[in-house]
């Protein structure tokens, strides 16, 4: 069995497209397969539907995660955002792949597939590094230029 979850499967591949600046906020951005533009398009849309509209009222530091992922008859936006010191919020979102504009709210109980997890485990140990553990204090710049290579 490999990362993909599937006997036969190829692991999907996980790439950092970039930090992107969505309404104000700071966000990574992932995919976990070959997405063409407009599928990433959208999620940005949708995170820019989903982020608080003012970070710095809610307690945020105004930055989180973005990652799209392709599956065979799916394709995911989970938007993740930092509250307080120590609260990751989550919403996930999903489209048929022949409608990657048309991203809705999934109401499953899921959190991730096996890459995604990959990612936000990621995102966890570098928002302890760079922000919780820091010595020196928060370091929101050192998070963001932490981003998750294979």
């Known amino acids: 069995m490999n990362i993909a979850g599937a006997v036969d499967a190829a692991p999907r591949p996980i790439t950092f497209l970039g930090l992107h ?4 906020w700071k966000i990574k951005t992932y995919r976990t397969a070959a997405l063409g ?4 398009m959208a999620a940005r849309r949708r995170a820019a539907d989903t982020l608080p509209p003012r970070p710095d009222r809610v307690g945020a530091f105004g930055v989180g995660f973005l990652i799209v992922h392709q599956t065979g008859d799916s394709c ?3 938007v993740d955002w930092w509250v307080r010191e120590d609260q990751l919020h989550q919403r996930v979102f999903a489209t048929p792949p022949d ?11 899921v959190v991730g597939c096996v890459p995604a997890l990959c990612v936000i485990d990621h995102e966890r140990q570098a928002w302890l590094r760079h922000v919780l553990a820091n010595p020196a204090g928060p370091d929101i710049d050192g998070y963001l ?3 998750y290579t294979p």
């Open 37 to 40: 533009a407009e599928p990433m």
């Open 145 to 147: 230029a932490d981003t």
């Open 99 to 109: 409608r990657p504009d048309a991203f809705e709210p999934l109401l499953a109980p």
């Open 76 to 78: 995911f936006a989970l």
């Open 21 to 24: 600046d969505i309404d104000g």
